[in-house]
């Protein structure tokens, strides 16, 4: 089975902080994508990688930036934190830009 | 970019009934995808269509790839408590990520 990890359930951070992220994937997968999930909103691309050191922005990049130094991991880094910020951020991977497999999630709380 | 329709936003039915959802796109799509997620953890694929017209079955769980492409629905049969989640269709074109409907929230009264 693939298995896609996240490093933290649950995060509380200070505004101004900060924050990585990271993701870790078991199953070679060239792409891996970071999403942010909020109630009504679904769950919308921050940014995606298809190769080591290779980014793209998703939808709603503000904010966030992105490494990806090794093929199986990947990291999500809000350099100063801020409330709205606040979410269930889920990383995914897979081999083509198709079905893609989750993590369990991390819960950042910003205050 | 692409956007997902996906409706209804929420349901409350009795268990034992059926459920019937649905996303549309104004786009067409090479792919679609439903997911459920439960509460406190990360979506899980559930069925995956490839081509238009594709009807597939995984248990009490079936979805078709609309004749058009830009459809799909999700009926789950007989609900039990544990179909209890959220679900997410999700749709892919070319070599684009997945794009994600907004989710139909089900919940089940015993």
């Known amino acids: 089975d693939v298995k896609v990890t996240q490093s933290s359930r649950y995060l509380v951070k200070r505004t101004g902080e900060k924050v990585f992220l990271e993701c870790v994937q078991d199953m070679d997968h060239e792409n891996m994508f970071w999403y942010r999930q909020d109630p009504g909103l679904g769950l919308r691309l921050i940014y995606f990688?298809?190769?080591?050191?290779?980014?793209e922005k998703g939808d709603i990049p503000e904010g966030y930036s992105v490494s990806r130094e090794k093929k199986e991991r990947f990291s999500l880094i809000l350099e100063s934190a801020s409330t709205n910020q606040t979410s269930m951020y889920l990383c995914?991977?897979?081999?083509?830009?198709?079905?893609?497999?989750f993590g369990q999630g991390t819960r950042l709380t910003v205050v | 970019g692409q956007q997902l329709n996906q409706s209804p936003q929420s349901m409350f039915i009795q268990e034992g009934e059926d459920v019937s959802m649905n996303c549309t796109s104004s786009?067409?799509?090479?792919?679609w995808l439903w997911y459920k997620q439960d509460p406190g953890e990360g979506p899980v694929l559930l069925i995956a269509l490839y081509k238009a017209g594709e009807l597939t079955s995984n248990g009490r769980l079936t979805a078709q790839f609309g004749i058009t492409r830009k459809d799909s629905f999700l009926n789950i049969s007989a609900s039990i408590p544990s179909d209890v989640g959220i679900y997410f269709c999700?749709?892919?074109?070319?070599?684009?990520?997945?794009?994600f409907g907004k989710g139909t929230r089900l919940s089940v009264i015993a």
């Open positions: 999700a749709g892919q074109w070319g070599n684009t990520p997945l794009v």
């Open positions: 990688s298809y190769d080591v050191k290779m980014k």
């Open positions: 995914a991977s897979s081999r083509g830009m198709g079905e893609a497999f």
């Open positions: 786009s067409i799509f090479n792919t």
